[in-house]
């Protein structure tokens, strides 16, 4: 299947600082991705939709000054955790629809964000 | 809202034994659903979907079956393996991002 990879897979961060996170698809574009959030025994709820060349949009209730998302590429999404407090401390996932066999999303692996 | 949630937070079976596990949805409009297995620290892993024109469909040791007239969706897997034991999610397809339900974890016992 395809892959999607997610980077870094852990950061810990002090409050009030930056963290970037990658999300890649290695052997196909994907014009959109999407970034969900999971709190420890939750499930996954959709952050954002990131769009490239475009503007991403944003589900209600997730600050997009805090949360930014650049699609710069076909191949690359990065999600910017900004002014980080130890709210923020989730475990974000990223995906891409891969449509060759439907519309199944393939995930990254995930990046545990601490914020101490 | 729009829905998609388990019945069973936690499901213990016997390594061998066959395990089954439910969701229910209540968009009657999804056409589209998958089931996924997450291990911890780890992102969801596609297993098997299905659309709504089906009611059945089978993988390797794994069986997913699709009542509309209840709105009901299960995931069976066959002879379960410790390997199995993770966190189980059903998902509706939506506007090409997906609706998780809360998940069930599922326990092999040796």
């Known amino acids: 299947g395809a892959v999607v990879s997610q980077h870094p897979s852990w950061v810990i961060c002090k409050s009030g600082t930056s963290v970037k996170i990658e999300c890649r698809s290695l052997?196909?574009?994907?014009?959109?991705m999407f970034w969900y959030r999971q709190f420890p025994k939750q499930s996954l709820m959709l952050m954002a939709t990131s769009n490239e060349g475009s503007k991403a949009t944003y589900e209600q209730g997730v600050e997009k000054d805090k949360f930014l998302i650049n699609h710069a590429s076909l191949t690359l999404s990065t999600l910017t955790v900004t002014s980080a407090h130890p709210e923020d401390s989730s475990f974000y996932i990223c995906?891409?629809?891969?449509?060759?066999?439907?519309?199944?999303?393939?995930f990254g692996q995930g990046t545990r964000l601490t914020v101490v | 809202g729009e829905s998609v949630g388990l019945h069973l937070p936690t499901l213990s079976v016997q390594e061998g034994d066959n395990s089954i596990i439910n969701c229910a949805y209540s968009?009657?409009?999804?056409?589209?659903f998958i089931w996924y297995k997450q291990e911890s620290g780890k992102g969801p892993q596609f297993i098997i979907d299905i659309r709504s024109n089906m009611d059945k469909r089978q993988g390797q040791r794994v069986t997913v079956l699709l009542n509309k007239t209840v709105k009901h969706l299960s995931l069976q897997i066959a002879a379960t393996q410790p390997g199995d034991s993770a966190v189980y999610f059903c998902a509706e397809n939506h506007r090409r991002a997906l609706t998780f339900g809360s998940g069930t974890r599922l326990q092999v016992q040796p």
């Open positions: 995906s891409a629809p891969e449509f060759r066999e439907g519309t199944e999303a393939f």
């Open positions: 052997d196909f574009q994907a014009t959109t």
């Open positions: 968009n009657s409009a999804s056409d589209y």
